[in-house]
């Protein structure tokens, strides 16, 4: 009698588990402007791949969407500037010691490490409108200009100027500055 | 544009300056990183979940005492099986999205083929209470013997955790090696081109052939010469118990080798790996440690200050990477001396203060992750114990520990009333406030701390020692501003030089303390022996 074979069942499908080739492709096509978005924001490695690992671990299980396909690089950046945003909202009060850490004072100024004005600034645009934080991060971490912001995102320029106007108003508390 | 849309602009463009300008070769690892993980498919489980368990829904990108591991949770949470399978009993598993086990029709018995499919690790309980870890597409089956239990390998790699045996034995068989335990926890790797045994813990018996061969934790055998090794943490990094394991290493890890009296007192952590590579002398007339040489209007009136270490410090989970620093500066990374006086630190050639070296060294799994400040501030004990090995590999580095009689300051109380008692009892210190940016500019904050930690402190600042002299032994919170130095450090000035310049002006004013100078005994660093660094 053969010899029977135990085997223990994916819980996911099959598909869900390898990285189809359109998916794949569009790794390759966008993970650089997805990276460094999520690094933009988030200002460490590990939490950037995080997101982008999580982007693309959430499009294994279902079907591309029609917004993907219309517009994959727009999509793809809506998708991780909101999944940044998700970490940064979850952080907690930024308070990096604990009883055994010991924390100096001054930023050095040469360290590449997300400083704290980098998380307030991040944490305080993290509480606009998404639709306002996707353009901010566009100009300020891609230096993208408006026209640029405009095609990637599908809005007209006037609208990006809008958004921008917008987010600089709501952020001039945090930047000390009175318009 | 308005004025005021440009100093939003610049504002903004300072602010996101370090990230935007991230470079490609960083961008690529990464992503490279990410593609190998998503392309593999077989997602290592967290290392935080319980043993045993499934992950239950896991918070998306939860905080960042997740950070290391969460990239995983949610492929986990979609593929992850936790097998438990008794000898002669049923076999079981339940789902990531279902607190119900589940159980397979018919039990596995003697004989059977276990597999564990893509996905992750699965783990068998064995009757006798030994656990047995399947890397994911691992197969096996169970066989008794004259005197145990004998798992035959036939691919892929498990990790038993080996129960005491009461009389019997319990064994492994690969194609070509057979391992044989008492009671001890080891990894088998059943490979086509051989087979590989690692011991975590306890002692096997390996047996190629008509040799035997003993095993000891740490160690691993091959049976084909071909066959890459790789560090025993490496070989077990899939595991969903990979801590544990890690710190079992850690516990057994043989005395230190470390040739120098002051290294010999640390564990012996190493890197993975390390190149170290020659830059560009950072000062050839001589300097301070590290990074470039304040300018000389802004040097403090204090001789030797301002020795904290600059250069570039990068630590990702598993990165480490200086660029460029003097050994010197080494020297302060691993011994907690950042911040500490020239005098201090002291001996050896000119070149250990003068040459730059790029240094990049992988950090083993399971190590806890620090921050660049934490390794600045000698907070972070794996990571500098991994750079004295280095450092004592590389650079055949011998450090011994003297008291010395320098010039100190004492920190001593002039004004009652003007320290602010903490709010809180727990010392937290505080973090770093921006330099370059709006007003009130620099400040210096610590909450909820001791005067003498205070006075560690203050060497970054004064290039000397200072000791504690107030006589206070409360908790407080602490505030020092520098509103005059706001804007003071845009384009990447340093601005410790400044802040220092007016330390003890503002310690009087703000707190009613004051530094005096005095002398003290004072331990310092004597490089004994030193060499240019080995062949990478």
Redesign the interface.
Known sequence: MA??????????SAA????RPE??RL?HEH??ML??TA??ML????????????L???L??RDLPDALIRNPAGYLYRAAVN?SI??IR???R?????????????????????????RR?MAAIAGLNPNDTQV?VL?????RSDADIARLLGVSRGTIAMRLFRA?LR?RKF????? | M?R??R??DD???R??A???D?SGE???A??G???D???D?SARASAHAAPDLVLAQP??????SL??T??WI??AG??V?V?AAAVGST?E?R???SSLYRV?E?A?RL?????????AA?ILALADGSRVEMRSQSEL?LERTDDGLRIRLDSGSIIVNAAKQSGGHLYVQTKDVTVSVVGTVFLVSAEPQGSRVAVIEGEVRVQLGTTEKKLLPGEQVATNPAMASAPVIEEIAWSRNVDEHVARLQQIAPATQLPSPVGAREPRDVFEAATIRLAAPLFPSGGRIG?PEPPPQARPPVPGALL?I?????I??RRFAVSPMSLQGLIGLAYGRT?QSMEQLVGGPDWVRIDGYNVEAVIPVGTP?Y????L????APKLQAMLQSLLADRFRLVLRREMREMAAYNLVLVTEGKLTPATET??????????????PG?????AGTTLA?FAE?LP?YTGRPVIDKTGLNGVFDIV?EFPELAGC?TG?????PL?AEQLPRRLQEQIGLRLEPTRGQVEVLVIERVERPTEN
């Open positions: 010899t029977p074979v135990l085997k223990m069942p994916d819980v996911s869900s588990s390898r990285l998916l794949e790794f993970s650089n990276y460094r690094y933009g200002g460490n490695r590990a939490d950037a791949e995080d997101v982008l690992q999580t693309f671990l959430r294994l299980r999944a998700t970490v979850s952080r907690k930024f308070v990096q010691g604990d009883d055994d850490t010991f924390e100096v004072a001054v930023e050095d100024a040469h360290s590449t490490e997300p400083d704290e004005l980098h600034l901010l100009r300020y971490v891609h230096n600089r952020l930047i000390g500055e009175k318009q | 308005t005021s849309a100093r939003f504002f903004m463009n602010t996101f370090p990230f935007r991230v960083h961008v690529n990464a992503c990183h990410v593609l993980d998503l392309r498919g918070p998306f990108l939860a905080a960042s950070k290391r969460s990239r949610q492929f979609a593929a099986l097998l076999i598993w789902r990531a999205d397979i018919g596995a004989g059977d083929t276990i597999q564990a499919n893509s996905g699965a089956s990074g904290c600059g250069g570039e410090l990068q990702d989970p911040c992750g921050t660049g400040r934490q600045r501030n000698g907070a727990r010392e937290r210190v505080i973090l770093q406030f921006p330099v370059n940016g709006p007003p620099p400040s210096f904050r610590m930690r402190t970054m020092l450090c990447g000035t340093d601005p410790r802040v």
